[in-house]
């Protein structure tokens, strides 16, 4: 007998040791949350001591991937039940929650939605993406108002009616609107009652959305801001419209500005305040660098924002009548820029676009790279004649190089 003992403590030291079970809950919990939810839930068959690890999650992430395996596992006929019986097992605080809704029934239900807006109001949710995929749009509660902890915000293909008064979110950092639509007005209100707002991403926000240049200067710490000039609530748009909207954001870092294909500036009545911003990095969409006023902006922005690192240019091709600009800016009066990377897209080769180039390479002497990615309706001997043009050009740095794509 004794000698059976002795043998069986002699092979325990062999039997390996369930290191993850002995680990701090807080340890597994983060190791849970970097799987999908899916396969974090599925933990709770593998032993008696696993079977509740799952509920301390505090990342939920109900994708398109989820739904797939959901509709393999359990069918199309109930997943909103499934969802609302998962999250009254969650213990703990939610950080992160993300939603797909419409590909399968009951996650665009209105009633489902309540509920599930209401859990997440009483768990601290900071992390939150809400999403229709099937083209409706989906109606959200004003209980989204009560996440006063929420950091992240983003909402794709929604509608909601806010409160007559609105709270806000004092602690959010960034809010991305894609294809959401609200009452005239409530935006620009909501975005004063951001106070801490850092990144706003609103370039695909649905029509007629407007907002006033006033409301985008109490957002005072912003850093991020991506829009499209249309959303500007402006009698007209003029080149010094957008100088005042800079001016009004003194943390700005990042500007991406869509144009949309007609988009036109009008003619600046006023004189335009150059504002000593600390941008960095500027991107233009869907720009026509065949108007005249267009491309005199660029060259604005260029010149005065001085702190200006990274320029990104995706163009619209000009209208045949279009007219290159008719004077291009002396050598003598070419500023000194701080750009170390450029990239253009669909470049055609047109005088304008060349003169654009032509001023950045003669005007930046800290210049990496230039990435050209021509038009696909370019032919291949109005390429080499592109090319050709950009290898005469003068570059003032000595490192700069040019790859034409």
């Avoid at 209100?189 to 706003?200: F, K, Q, V, Y």
């Amino acid at each position: 007998m004794m000698k059976l003992t002795d043998l069986t403590r002699k092979a325990s030291k062999f039997v390996p040791q369930d290191f993850i079970s002995n680990m701090p809950d807080n340890v597994v919990t983060n190791i849970l949350d970097r799987l999908p939810l899916q396969h974090a839930v599925r933990t709770s068959i593998l032993s008696r001591n696993w079977r509740f690890k799952w509920t301390t999650l505090t990342q939920l992430v109900f994708d398109e991937k989820f739904f797939e395996y959901l509709t393999k596992t359990k069918g199309k006929s109930n997943c909103g039940g499934i969802i609302s019986r998962l999250l009254l097992q969650i213990k703990g605080v939610v950080e992160k929650f993300v939603l797909s809704m419409g590909k399968v029934k009951g996650t665009n239900d209105v009633e489902n939605i309540n509920h599930w807006i209401l859990f997440l109001s009483t768990k601290s949710i900071k992390d939150l993406t809400l999403r229709s995929v099937n083209g409706i749009p989906v109606k959200l509660p004003t209980h989204l108002f009560s996440c006063l902890e929420l950091k992240h915000l983003k909402l794709t293909n929604c509608c909601f009616h806010p409160p007559h008064s609105i709270p806000g979110f004092p602690n959010l950092l960034s809010l991305k609107l894609c294809v959401v639509k609200f009452e005239s007005g409530i935006l620009g209100e909501i975005l004063t009652r951001c106070p801490s707002l850092e990144i706003l991403d609103m370039r695909h926000l649905l029509y007629p959305h407007k907002v006033k240049l006033v409301d985008f200067a109490k957002s005072e710490n912003l850093k991020i801001l991506s829009l499209c000039l249309y959303h500007i609530d402006a009698v007209a748009i003029r080149s010094s419209t957008i100088f005042e909207l800079v001016g009004f954001l003194p943390k700005l870092q990042e500007l991406d500005l869509v144009f949309l294909e007609n988009y036109k500036l009008t003619e600046s009545g006023a004189t335009m305040r150059f504002p000593a911003a600390c941008l960095k990095a500027l991107k233009l969409s869907d720009i026509n660098l065949g108007n005249v006023m267009l491309l005199s902006c660029v060259f604005e922005m260029i010149r005065h924002f001085p702190n200006l690192h990274t320029l990104e240019i995706t163009t619209v091709i000009p209208k045949r009548d279009a007219h290159p600009i008719p004077n291009p800016i002396p050598e003598v009066e070419y500023n000194t820029t701080g750009l170390r990377s450029v990239v253009f897209r669909y470049f055609a080769g047109s005088e304008n676009e060349v003169c654009l180039i032509k001023y950045i390479l003669a005007c930046s002497p800290f210049l990496e790279k230039i990435v050209i990615h021509s038009h696909w309706s370019l032919a291949s001997d109005e390429r080499l004649m592109f090319t050709m043009k950009l290898l005469k050009l003068r570059r003032a740095s000595t490192v700069a190089e040019i790859d034409f794509d």
